[in-house]
């Protein structure tokens, strides 16, 4: 959770509602910023915190200002898209211009971006549609899509968590990525599913087996899907390329898809000097 400041925290800085207070204080001191602009950054940082959209009064709370100060704040954020309020329940939440931020951040991240042009690539050789994800606190979380085949109707688009256990998606991180971070969404969907942990110990030795996670209608019906993951130099996974195709065990093992897939990721791997971190 993040740490935000005290009320008293931001005093020396230039509040923007004090007229002709930057002038003066930059010829002063240019080392203080604007208490406006860092006090929307502590209302955003706890927006980020709150997993589902947060009334008013909670939000208030977690950043300790008064529920009408945070009002103010938040009117001027929903206007610029970092915020957003839902119309029928009056939660707030992250806005669209906070989701872009977010995407742009992390696109500008080298491997994501190459990840992201083999993406379009094996989507047009491969036609099927695709997204890539990385790693987020509650689990995989989309941040690009691409189609080059027959459209897929479906509901997810960015910023859409992916289930951990029954996605193939989710499957490449649960294979790639060390047990003990993500054992709280393991646990969480094991709780929904009346999973056993052998059950789930059994779904990781078939992945890494295979080299790629495969899933066929579990998420949409009559839908086949691909997915590995693509590492960092230090052997972390930087994100997970996901391939969705229509047709039926389109891209189960032995089939050219498949090998097509697990071919090109390979060399990427090779390419970028990326190397999942041996079994501790």
Known sequence: MTQFPT???????????????????????????IQS????????AALCDFK???????????????PAKVHRYLASLVRIGLAWQDDQTGLYGLGPMALRMGISAIERNDVVMRAGRLLRKLAIEL?????????????????RTEHGGPPIISTMGLGTVMPLLRSATGQAFLSAMPRSAIEHVIHAE???????????????????????????????PGLSAISAPVFNLDGAV???VTLMNPKADYFQPGHPAFD???????????????????ED
């Open 7 to 33: 009320k008293d925290l931001l005093t020396d800085q230039v509040d923007l509602d004090a007229p002709d207070a930057m002038s003066a204080t930059d010829a002063a001191d240019t080392r203080k910023g």
């Open 52 to 66: 589902f959209p947060v009334p008013l009064k909670d939000l208030a709370a977690a950043v300790d200002m008064s």
């Open 127 to 143: 036609r099927s549609s695709g997204h890539l994800a990385i790693w987020g606190e509650r689990g995989p979380v989309l941040i």
């Open 238 to 240: 930087a994100c997970c």
């Open 190 to 220: 094991q709780d929904i599913l009346h999973w056993d942990d052998a059950t789930v110990d059994r779904l990781i030795t078939d992945t890494r087996a295979r080299g790629a996670a495969v899933i066929e209608g579990d998420i949409v």
């Open 260 to 278: 097509t897939f697990r071919t090109e990721i390979d060399a990427f791997t090779q390419s970028w000097g990326g190397d999942p971190r041996g």
């Open 37 to 44: 602009v860092e006090v929307s950054g502590v209302i955003i």
